[in-house]
């Protein structure tokens, strides 16, 4: 099963969410911990969750390269949400990191590309180890 960048993105902003949801969890019991407040990382597990829909609504066409144009689209709409005053800075970042990872993504996947032509290969068989397909080979560039 190949994983795609949508995909990878989704668990990516659901798995930060809950890493999130479980530090404010960890506060509230009165642990102290180092980093931000409990109303500051309930903010930022908000924003990653309004990531993760964002990316969900996206309805895949089964096509890579243009399911991928659809993530690209979200930059805008992530940066217009980073730009909102009424945000606190932490979770500004939520949304700017949204549109930076897009963009590695987006990056990993054109170069994948790219050297999937140089051997020769066709695009979509770019994910395919000579064992067969890898989930998520073109995805391990950006971590």
């Given at each position: 099963?190949?994983?795609?960048?949508?995909?990878?993105?989704?668990?990516?902003?659901?798995?930060?969410?809950?890493?999130?949801?479980?530090?404010?969890?960890?506060?509230?019991?009165?642990?102290k911990?180092?980093?931000?407040?409990?109303?500051?990382?309930?903010?930022?597990?908000?924003?990653?969750?309004?990531?993760?829909?964002?990316?969900?609504?996206?309805?895949?066409?089964?096509?890579?390269?243009?399911?991928?144009?659809?993530?690209?689209?979200?930059?805008?709409?992530?940066?217009?949400?980073?730009?909102?005053?009424?945000?606190?800075?932490?979770?500004?970042?939520?949304?700017?990191?949204?549109?930076?990872?897009?963009?590695?993504?987006?990056?990993?996947?054109?170069?994948?590309?790219?050297a999937?032509l140089?051997?020769?290969?066709?695009?979509?068989?770019?994910?395919t180890?000579?064992?067969?397909?890898?989930?998520?080979?073109s995805?391990?560039?950006?971590?």
């Open positions: 099963m190949t994983t795609t960048a949508r995909d990878y993105l989704i668990e990516r902003f659901e798995s930060d969410a809950a890493m999130l949801r479980e530090r404010v969890a960890v506060l509230a019991r009165g642990t911990v180092a980093g931000p407040d409990a109303a500051t990382s309930r903010g930022m597990a908000d924003g990653c969750e309004e990531v993760a829909a964002m990316l969900r609504a996206i309805v895949s066409t089964g096509e890579a390269s243009r399911d991928l144009e659809a993530v690209m689209a979200l930059i805008p709409l992530l940066e217009h949400r980073a730009a909102e005053p009424k945000l606190l800075p932490a979770v500004r970042a939520v949304y700017v990191g949204a549109a930076t990872r897009i963009r590695e993504v987006w990056l990993a996947e054109a170069r994948l590309a790219e999937a140089a051997n020769g290969d066709a695009p979509e068989d770019a994910d180890d000579a064992d067969g397909p890898d989930d998520d080979d995805l391990d560039e950006v971590d």
